[in-house]
């Protein structure tokens, strides 16, 4: 099975996607990537939701991502006496360390951290920026504020500090156990929440390592003060436009996507676009227009993929979420306008001899009209590096190992296969040939361009670029080569 566009789908799996049928039904409708949300379910949920998707990927033979999206360190306010209390205007309203139900005037905060990095200026927004309390002063133990709009607190809503950075482990007591069971699942990408410097993922390399991709969630404005530090760390990149907007002033958000969007083309990391793309599916068989506008302007700006929530998750039509955004991204690919957006979008290759090759191959792909783009890879880095040159030519990315064929669902244009390891570069150009044939990129008598590095199996070395001519020579045994290594 291939697709027939280059930006991918990340869809998330809950209560209304649990069954195998349903995740064979978003798979068909286009998801490449599904999303674990650690933030909801049990592990045996999620448990679950993965072994099916791994049943999906035996019966259709293409590598599928499973992204491990940690819930994070959330903050959030304690209980009420009544449940709930109604604050106006002007008010003052205290936030202490006094574990006793909250009234009208103040309410606990289990969040010592807070105390410390809390000053006078700054906001503190509750459940979601519904209310807005400005802070007038912090003692040890307790922060007054005055209430900046009416509104309703009740127990355990979250609290969002857009003005500091808040001196808390990036990987919670909750986030380390997730993180234990999911790369005992067998993730390939692991979601980040709530990043606000390097040293967040550099905490959770040291547990990952090389077993899984790292995902980074920009969704705090903390960590726009060193977006580029954090992307050279990370493997991956989403733009959380949820938290982010709620810190954010909304005007600010649709700026700051494109600004994350670019460091991350300048840097190859790919980058998912996320958070209410498609949000009225959740209870409508059709998205508004100004939705299916959004969806397509985070492809026309060359986002490697965009991801679904609760459309997938428990809407109530999770399949045609799926399939409306698979058919808005496919138009916007046919658009002329398209390819000459992300011509013009073209970063100037890194000084490295790998970027310098894959640059190359692009130039070379367009000249000579290739029918494909072909990258033999062992770590992913060649595919990654061909995907930022984002050329006209599809990628078909050859891999001995099937944990680098998942992740690289994730990226754009990619189109990942498992081939047994190659020893030499006769033995890589035939593997290049045959893969292009069979998986219906190529027909004989085209010409495809291939990247690789030497010596084979060793990561990093991207030093090779060849041009070569599809022939016909042993398309059942590729196939059945392809199935085995999946099985």
Same mark, same amino acid.
């Given at each position: 099975?291939?697709?027939?566009?280059?930006?991918?789908?990340?869809?998330?799996?809950?209560?209304?996607?649990?069954?195998?049928?349903?995740?064979?039904?978003?798979?068909?409708?286009?998801?490449?990537?599904?999303?674990?949300?650690?933030?909801?379910?049990?592990?045996?949920?999620?448990?679950?939701?993965?072994?099916?998707?791994?049943?999906?990927?035996?019966?259709?033979?293409?590598?599928?991502?499973?992204?491990?999206?940690?819930?994070?360190?959330?903050?959030?306010?304690?209980?009420?006496?009544?449940?709930?209390?109604?604050?106006?205007?002007?008010?003052?309203?205290?936030?202490?360390?006094?574990?006793?139900?909250?009234?009208?005037?103040?309410?606990?905060?289990?969040?010592?951290?807070?105390?410390?990095?809390?000053?006078?200026?700054?906001?503190?927004?509750?459940?979601?920026?519904?209310?807005?309390?400005?802070?007038?002063?912090?003692?040890?133990?307790?922060?007054?504020?005055?209430?900046? =709009?009416?509104?309703?607190?009740?127990?355990?809503?979250?609290?969002?500090?857009?003005?500091?950075?808040?001196?808390?482990?990036?990987?919670?007591?909750?986030?380390?156990?997730?993180?234990?069971?999911?790369?005992?699942?067998?993730?390939?990408?692991?979601?980040?929440?709530?990043?606000?410097?390097?040293?967040?993922?550099?905490?959770?390399?040291?547990?990952?390592?090389?077993?899984?991709?790292?995902?980074?969630?920009?969704?705090?404005?903390?960590?726009?003060?060193?977006?580029?530090?954090?992307?050279?760390?990370?493997?991956?990149?989403?733009?959380?436009?949820?938290?982010?907007?709620?810190?954010?002033?909304?005007?600010?958000?649709?700026?700051?996507?494109?600004?994350?969007?670019?460091?991350?083309?300048?840097?190859?990391?790919?980058?998912?676009?996320?958070?209410?793309?498609?949000?009225?599916?959740?209870?409508?068989?059709?998205?508004?227009?100004?939705?299916?506008?959004?969806?397509?302007?985070?492809?026309?700006?060359?986002?490697?993929?965009?991801?679904?929530?609760?459309?997938?998750? =428990?809407?109530?039509?999770?399949?045609?979420?799926?399939?409306?955004?698979?058919?808005?991204?496919?138009?916007?690919?046919?658009?002329?306008?398209?390819?000459?957006?992300?011509?013009?979008?073209?970063?100037?290759?890194?000084?490295?001899?790998?970027?310098?090759?894959?640059?190359?191959?692009?130039?070379?792909?367009?000249?000579?009209?290739?029918?494909?783009?072909?990258?033999?890879?062992?770590?992913?880095?060649?595919?990654?590096?061909?995907?930022?040159?984002?050329?006209?030519?599809?990628?078909?990315?050859?891999?001995?190992?099937?944990?680098?064929?998942?992740?690289?669902?994730?990226?754009?244009?990619?189109?990942?296969?498992?081939?047994?390891?190659?020893?030499?570069?006769?033995?890589?150009?035939?593997?290049?040939?045959?893969?292009?044939?069979?998986?219906?990129?190529?027909?004989?008598?085209?010409?495809?361009?291939?990247?690789?590095?030497?010596?084979?199996?060793?990561?990093?070395?991207?030093?090779?670029?060849?041009?070569?001519?599809?022939?016909?020579?042993?398309?059942?045994?590729?196939?059945?080569?392809?199935?085995?290594?999946?099985?």
């Amino acid at each position: 099975m291939r697709r027939q566009r280059k930006a991918k789908i990340v869809a998330t799996l809950g209560p209304a996607s649990t069954d195998i049928a349903l995740i064979r039904a978003l798979f068909e409708a286009g998801a490449d990537v599904f999303r674990l949300n650690f933030s909801h379910g049990t592990h045996d949920d999620h448990r679950a939701r993965y072994d099916a998707v791994r049943q999906v990927e035996a019966e259709t033979g293409r590598p599928i991502a499973v992204l491990a999206d940690l819930q994070g360190p959330k903050l959030r306010i304690g209980t009420f006496a009544a449940g709930k209390v109604a604050v106006r205007t002007g008010d003052v309203f205290v936030l202490d360390s006094d574990p006793t139900p909250g009234d009208g005037t103040r309410v606990h905060l289990p969040h010592p951290e807070l105390f410390e990095a809390a000053q006078p200026g700054q906001s503190l927004l509750i459940d979601d920026g519904k209310v807005r309390l400005a802070i007038e002063s912090v003692t040890t133990g307790t922060i007054t504020t005055r209430v900046a =709009n009416n509104g309703t607190l009740s127990d355990r809503k979250g609290v969002n500090v857009p003005d500091a950075v808040i001196p808390i482990p990036a990987l919670t007591a909750k986030d380390r156990k997730d993180l234990d069971f999911a790369l005992s699942l067998g993730a390939d990408w692991i979601g980040l929440s709530f990043v606000q410097r390097p040293s967040d993922i550099v905490e959770a390399r040291e547990i990952v390592g090389t077993r899984a991709g790292i995902l980074s969630k920009i969704e705090k404005p903390a960590a726009l003060q060193q977006l580029e530090e954090i992307v050279r760390v990370s493997d991956s990149v989403m733009v959380a436009r949820g938290d982010l907007g709620v810190e954010l002033p909304p005007e600010r958000v649709p700026g700051v996507q494109k600004r994350i969007l670019r460091v991350c083309r300048q840097l190859g990391k790919p980058v998912v676009i996320a958070t209410q793309m498609l949000e009225s599916m959740i209870d409508s068989p059709v998205p508004t227009r100004a939705e299916a506008s959004d969806v397509a302007s985070a492809i026309y700006e060359g986002a490697d993929a965009v991801m679904l929530s609760a459309e997938s998750a =428990n809407g109530r039509y999770p399949v045609q979420a799926v399939s409306m955004m698979n058919r808005i991204v496919t138009e916007v690919e046919r658009d002329p306008l398209y390819r000459n957006l992300l011509d013009a979008q073209h970063e100037i290759p890194l000084n490295t001899r790998q970027d310098a090759i894959c640059a190359a191959l692009r130039e070379v792909t367009q000249i000579i009209g290739a029918a494909a783009t072909v990258t033999y890879t062992s770590s992913g880095a060649t595919a990654l590096r061909a995907a930022r040159e984002r050329p006209c030519a599809p990628i078909v990315s050859i891999t001995p190992n099937l944990d680098i064929a998942r992740r690289l669902a994730i990226a754009w244009g990619i189109h990942s296969t498992v081939s047994p390891d190659v020893q030499s570069v006769d033995e890589m150009v035939e593997a290049a040939t045959r893969a292009a044939l069979v998986e219906g990129y190529a027909a004989p008598g085209d010409q495809i361009t291939i990247a690789a590095g030497m010596p084979f199996g060793q990561g990093g070395t991207t030093n090779l670029l060849r041009v070569a001519e599809v022939g016909t020579s042993a398309v059942a045994t590729a196939s059945s080569t392809r199935e085995a290594a999946l099985a």
